[in-house]
């Protein structure tokens, strides 16, 4: 009887010299990924973690029934309505943003698992994709005995098959990160930039933040994903060792793209529920300490230690710590109808942390939210206020990113026009522009939200956008959770009356 | 006819679609911009318009001035121009 350590590389390095067909035709570059090289290149490629499918199934079998066991214990209907009002807001955002994406990452691992260049990272994309079909019916499961209760949360599921702007941007970032994705960019855009430098370590932030809001069926939720994508994470790595060998440059414009588009979706997801919708004596940090600590140090080292540079833009990257998030969370509040989660208002304490944690351009965006409370003051609390307290202009979008326009600092936007082959697209930032020109086929026949207005295939009319395209209901469209019943805000009422 | 424009207003955090007529006066495009921004950017008298790089006389209509649809435009504070 073999040991386990004699056994599993059999298991796992099952490669065959083709004697029928060649090499090429078995492993495409269109689909396998550039560069191609034959497979003695590959044959060195080893996970630092290993596992059969038999220690797999047990594993995944145990994390199951704990998750489980907490949800009978903690995870009923009463207990997730005695979460705080803008934490269930943060636990709306990502029950839509995150199933259905982690299924288009079974369609990605799954290519891995056939065009992957070697039989032991085939392997593990084949455990990478059932790690993903666990990651989208966990989260579908959890969530939908809450659509009974809140049909906000009916987003879960519905949010991708919707043209709301927001599903728009995360669509055209899945479908080119996952689905329609080579397995080698896959792997170094899903497995080593969103994964090892942003999920894995999101989703430690993440259970934290649950826990600091008593959601205990959250944090234990993410913090069981967050062990499998540490597994599956680990085969960016491997394939980026032998792609340095042969075409670093390439290596460094997919690290350079990749990071600046997660870091695009993963600032307005992680940094709106960090810094407004957890709240104030519950957040452990903010967002800019959390990137320092959790992402950006450890994104540096990987890349010293693979003598790449930091991208060209880390500036800018640096500069949007700051801002980008603010930015985008109050044009969100100020057109709060066009989601389907609720929004909070920052209170002059929340301002006070924001701005001792924000002191670079703080001054900036306090004056919106001066502006937004005057508002309020002005029209007065009440559902049937809302409209009043809300934009009514169309919002703007990247022709890249697909988010709003909120690139740079109120002083001064970022966005820039382009002219190519006689249309015009504009773009939020310099590096969404220069992925733009990197690929331009790839990305130049996509409508952003504007476009397809102005094309007359969206109305105009925004409540009809709202309804007809967004598939809002007035039941589900994002409100003020208070409907700007603030305490606070009566009191400035009461005394600048 | 209309001119559909990218608008952005200091101080605002994101751009807005403004849809400019020809025969409006560029100081009347710049405070539809600054109407259509008023929920989070106070109203000011003391702002002018920049199109193309260039300060723009707000006499001039937006056909004058010479706009392009799909373009940017920028209503700055006064001190600015």
């Given at each position: 009887m073999l040991t386990r350590e004699e056994w599993l590389p059999l298991a796992r390095k099952l490669d065959w010299d083709f004697t029928y067909v060649r090499e090429e035709e078995v492993f495409p570059e269109v689909i396998s990924g550039h560069p191609w090289l034959p497979h003695t290149e590959w044959e060195e490629w080893e996970e630092s973690f290993k596992t059969s499918y038999r220690e797999y199934v047990d594993n995944q079998y145990e994390k199951d029934m704990a998750v489980y066991a907490v949800r009978d214990a903690v995870g009923r209907l009463e207990n997730i309505q005695k979460l705080a009002a803008p934490w269930l807001n943060s636990l709306k955002v990502h029950a839509a943003a995150l199933p259905l994406a982690e299924f288009t990452g079974v369609i990605g691992s799954l290519r891995g698992a056939r065009f992957g260049r070697d039989s032991a990272w085939r392997t593990m994309s084949t455990f990478g994709a059932l790690d993903e079909y666990r990651h989208t019916q966990i989260p579908l499961l959890l969530f939908h005995q809450l659509v009974r209760w809140d049909s906000q949360f009916d987003w879960a599921h519905k949010f991708y098959h919707t043209n709301n702007w927001f599903a728009v941007a995360a669509r055209h970032f899945f479908d080119e990160l996952t689905l329609g994705q080579n397995a080698i960019e896959f792997a170094i855009g899903t497995n080593f930039i969103l994964e090892t430098g942003f999920t894995n370590l999101q989703f430690v932030g993440l259970a934290s933040l649950a826990r600091e809001s008593n959601d205990h069926m959250f944090e234990r939720m993410v913090t069981s994903i967050q062990t499998d994508e540490a597994r599956h994470a680990q085969i960016g790595h491997p394939v980026l060792t032998v792609l340095m060998k042969h075409d670093p440059e390439y290596v460094q414009f997919l690290l350079d793209k990749w990071f600046w588009r997660s870091w695009r979706l993963f600032s307005i997801l992680t940094g709106v529920s960090t810094d407004y919708l957890t709240a104030l004596d519950q957040r452990p940090y903010s967002f800019k300490e959390f990137m320092e600590e959790w992402i950006i140090d450890q994104y540096l080292r990987t890349l010293d230690e693979f003598g790449l540079k930091k991208p060209w833009y880390w500036e800018i990257f640096e500069q949007e710590l700051d801002i980008y998030h603010h930015m985008i969370y109050a044009s969100a509040y100020t057109y709060r109808a066009t989601l389907w989660f609720d929004f909070v208002m920052p209170s002059p304490a929340d301002r006070k942390w924001l701005r001792q944690k924000y002191p670079k351009y703080w001054d900036d965006m306090d004056a919106v939210w001066e502006q937004v409370a005057k508002r309020w003051r002005t029209i007065g609390p009440g559902a049937a206020n809302e409209s009043a307290v809300h934009g009514t202009a169309m919002p703007t979008f990247c022709?890249?990113?697909?988010?709003?326009?909120?690139?740079?600092t109120p002083r001064k936007n970022t966005a820039t026009v382009l002219t190519r082959d006689g249309h015009k697209y504009i773009f939020c930032s310099e590096p969404c522009r220069w992925i733009f020109l990197r690929e331009p086929e790839r990305y130049a026949n996509h409508k952003d939200v504007v476009k397809r207005v102005l094309s007359g295939e969206a109305p105009a009319q925004l409540p009809n956008l709202l309804t007809e395209y967004f598939r809002l209901t007035p039941d589900t469209w994002g409100k003020d959770v208070n409907h700007g019943a603030y305490d606070w805000l009566a009191a400035q009422k009461k005394s600048t009356a | 006819m209309a001119i559909p424009l990218y608008g952005f207003l200091e101080g605002d955090t994101l751009g807005l679609l403004v849809l400019a007529e020809e025969g409006e006066t560029v100081l009347e495009l710049a405070r539809k911009l600054q109407d259509a921004a008023s929920i989070r950017v106070a109203r000011s008298n003391r702002v002018g318009l920049i199109y193309n790089g260039k300060a723009i006389d707000p006499r001039l209509t937006v056909a004058q001035a010479g706009f392009e649809a799909m373009d940017r435009f920028d209503v700055v504070w006064r001190d600015k121009l």
């Amino acid at each position: 009887m073999l040991t386990r350590e004699e056994w599993l590389p059999l298991a796992r390095k099952l490669d065959w010299d083709f004697t029928y067909v060649r090499e090429e035709e078995v492993f495409p570059e269109v689909i396998s990924g550039h560069p191609w090289l034959p497979h003695t290149e590959w044959e060195e490629w080893e996970e630092s973690f290993k596992t059969s499918y038999r220690e797999y199934v047990d594993n995944q079998y145990e994390k199951d029934m704990a998750v489980y066991a907490v949800r009978d214990a903690v995870g009923r209907l009463e207990n997730i309505q005695k979460l705080a009002a803008p934490w269930l807001n943060s636990l709306k955002v990502h029950a839509a943003a995150l199933p259905l994406a982690e299924f288009t990452g079974v369609i990605g691992s799954l290519r891995g698992a056939r065009f992957g260049r070697d039989s032991a990272w085939r392997t593990m994309s084949t455990f990478g994709a059932l790690d993903e079909y666990r990651h989208t019916q966990i989260p579908l499961l959890l969530f939908h005995q809450l659509v009974r209760w809140d049909s906000q949360f009916d987003w879960a599921h519905k949010f991708y098959h919707t043209n709301n702007w927001f599903a728009v941007a995360a669509r055209h970032f899945f479908d080119e990160l996952t689905l329609g994705q080579n397995a080698i960019e896959f792997a170094i855009g899903t497995n080593f930039i969103l994964e090892t430098g942003f999920t894995n370590l999101q989703f430690v932030g993440l259970a934290s933040l649950a826990r600091e809001s008593n959601d205990h069926m959250f944090e234990r939720m993410v913090t069981s994903i967050q062990t499998d994508e540490a597994r599956h994470a680990q085969i960016g790595h491997p394939v980026l060792t032998v792609l340095m060998k042969h075409d670093p440059e390439y290596v460094q414009f997919l690290l350079d793209k990749w990071f600046w588009r997660s870091w695009r979706l993963f600032s307005i997801l992680t940094g709106v529920s960090t810094d407004y919708l957890t709240a104030l004596d519950q957040r452990p940090y903010s967002f800019k300490e959390f990137m320092e600590e959790w992402i950006i140090d450890q994104y540096l080292r990987t890349l010293d230690e693979f003598g790449l540079k930091k991208p060209w833009y880390w500036e800018i990257f640096e500069q949007e710590l700051d801002i980008y998030h603010h930015m985008i969370y109050a044009s969100a509040y100020t057109y709060r109808a066009t989601l389907w989660f609720d929004f909070v208002m920052p209170s002059p304490a929340d301002r006070k942390w924001l701005r001792q944690k924000y002191p670079k351009y703080w001054d900036d965006m306090d004056a919106v939210w001066e502006q937004v409370a005057k508002r309020w003051r002005t029209i007065g609390p009440g559902a049937a206020n809302e409209s009043a307290v809300h934009g009514t202009a169309m919002p703007t979008f990247c022709d890249l990113c697909q988010l709003p326009l909120s690139a740079g600092t109120p002083r001064k936007n970022t966005a820039t026009v382009l002219t190519r082959d006689g249309h015009k697209y504009i773009f939020c930032s310099e590096p969404c522009r220069w992925i733009f020109l990197r690929e331009p086929e790839r990305y130049a026949n996509h409508k952003d939200v504007v476009k397809r207005v102005l094309s007359g295939e969206a109305p105009a009319q925004l409540p009809n956008l709202l309804t007809e395209y967004f598939r809002l209901t007035p039941d589900t469209w994002g409100k003020d959770v208070n409907h700007g019943a603030y305490d606070w805000l009566a009191a400035q009422k009461k005394s600048t009356a | 006819m209309a001119i559909p424009l990218y608008g952005f207003l200091e101080g605002d955090t994101l751009g807005l679609l403004v849809l400019a007529e020809e025969g409006e006066t560029v100081l009347e495009l710049a405070r539809k911009l600054q109407d259509a921004a008023s929920i989070r950017v106070a109203r000011s008298n003391r702002v002018g318009l920049i199109y193309n790089g260039k300060a723009i006389d707000p006499r001039l209509t937006v056909a004058q001035a010479g706009f392009e649809a799909m373009d940017r435009f920028d209503v700055v504070w006064r001190d600015k121009l």
